[in-house]
Structures are given as C-alpha cells and as structure tokens.
T-cell receptor
Framework: KAGVTQTPRYLIKTRGQQVTLSCSPI?????VSWYQQTPGQGLQFLFE???????NKGNFPGRFSGRQFSNSRSEMNVSTLELGDSALYLC????????????FGEGSRLTVL | GDSVTQMEGPVTLSEEAFLTINCTYT??????LFWYVQYPGEGLQLLLK?????DKGSNKGFEATYRKETTSFHLEKGSVQVSDSAVYFC?????????FGKGNQVVVIP
C-alpha cells in the first residue's frame, strides 16, 4: 500500500512569507505527527493529531500551526517565515494513538532566503 | 520531561566490523523504546523496538536490549555492511509524544 506522501518535496520562500505543507497518511492511519529536522537541533516535535484533534504540541511559536481533516490528511502552516525555519519537515502516521511505531514520509525541505 | 541522549559524533568503521551506538534515556514511568534509521534522502524507518524492561528488539542483524537499571537501549550489530551507512536515531514514547535523540551518522567503509 502507498506510504506517507508529503507535498511539496522542496520549496524556497523568502522571509516574511507563509508556507503550507501537506501530508497524506497511510490509508487507515488516523494519527499524524509533524517533526522539524535540522542539523543543529535534530528532530523536534511539532504537533500530533488524531481524528482531527490536536493531542500534543511541541515548543514552537504560534507561527507554526496545523490541522487534520476528516480523511486524516494533515496540513501544517508556518507564517511570517524566518531564516531559522529552514529545515526538513517530516510527517509521520500511525494506526492509533500513543504508539511509537510511526511511518514517516520523505519530508518537505523548506529553504527560507 | 522525557529525553534521549545518544553518543556524540559520527561513527566510521570498516565493513564487517562490530557496531555499537549508545543510547540512554530519562523518563517517568515505563516508556517504550525504539531505534529508527534514516538512509540518505529518505524519511525515517522503524528499525526495532522494545516495550518493557529486558525486552530485546532485533531486525536486520541489529539488536538492542531495554535495560531499566541503566536506563539504556544500546544498538549493536555484529558485522556491518556498506549498506548500513545511515543515520540512526534512538527514541522513546512516554506519556504524550515520541522523543528522539540527536542521531548518529554511521559510515561503513568497504
């Protein structure tokens, strides 16, 4: 079956712009998590959604937001982009809540100029 | 809060050498522990897991044992191949999220 699909794979933005990233989970998976990966900080947890409800949120400013739709697809948005937001954004899905067995997409690489 | 610490720095070794990557954790309760692997240009893949003390997770020749007394979950492989070159992440699932270590890049030289 198809894996986790993230779009777009690569994008370049300038400071002050906003960006929306999309994630389609594996069919049947109802939980979606987002992570930011950078060389300096490693993998930082952004949010987790289950059945359209945000269950957990990491320590990121309010410029970072997300949502999950009824078909389990998820989007995350970053407003007023800063240079430091340049990173690989990874989405992961799982069949249920409270599991560490996540299936990751290949990520969306965001470059902020 | 829950956290995972991995040994510093990349690991470079020759093919067929023994690999160890250290991982220790801090958590309340009894977390589940995981190793994930990230090959170049790809997302993370679950390599192995252990859900309770003394459990041994294993996959593709890799092993790790959940040691509650030393709060450790070290990854080992007896004979690495060039195809094992990747970044390896230790992780724990506590009460409300999956927390990752910073990862170790492993480079296997032919």
């Amino acid at each position: 079956k198809a894996g986790v699909t993230q779009t777009p794979r690569y994008l370049i933005k300038t400071r002050g712009q906003q960006v929306t990233l999309s994630c389609s989970p594996i069919s049947g998976h109802r939980s979606v998590s987002w992570y930011q990966q950078t060389p300096g900080q490693g993998l930082q947890f952004l949010f987790e959604y289950f059945s359209e409800t945000q269950r957990n949120k990491g320590n990121f400013p309010g410029r970072f937001s997300g949502r999950q739709f009824s078909n389990s697809r998820s989007e995350m948005n970053v407003s007023t982009l800063e240079l430091g937001d340049s990173a690989l954004y990874l989405c992961a899905s799982s069949w249920g809540q409270d599991t560490g067995e996540l299936f990751f997409g290949e990520g969306s690489r965001l470059t902020v100029l | 809060g829950d956290s995972v610490t991995q040994m510093e720095g990349p690991v470079t070794l020759s093919e067929e050498a023994f690999l160890t990557i250290n991982c220790t954790y801090t958590a309340t309760g009894y977390p589940s522990l995981f190793w994930y692997v990230q090959y170049p240009g790809e997302g993370l893949q679950l390599l192995l897991k252990a859900t309770k003390a003394d459990d041994k997770g294993s996959n593709k020749g890799f092993e790790a044992t959940y040691r509650k007394e030393t709060t450790s979950f070290h990854l080992e492989k007896g004979s690495v191949q060039v195809s094992d070159s990747a970044v390896y992440f230790c992780a724990l699932r506590g009460n409300n999220r999956l927390a990752f270590g910073k990862g170790n890049q492993v480079v296997v030289i032919p």
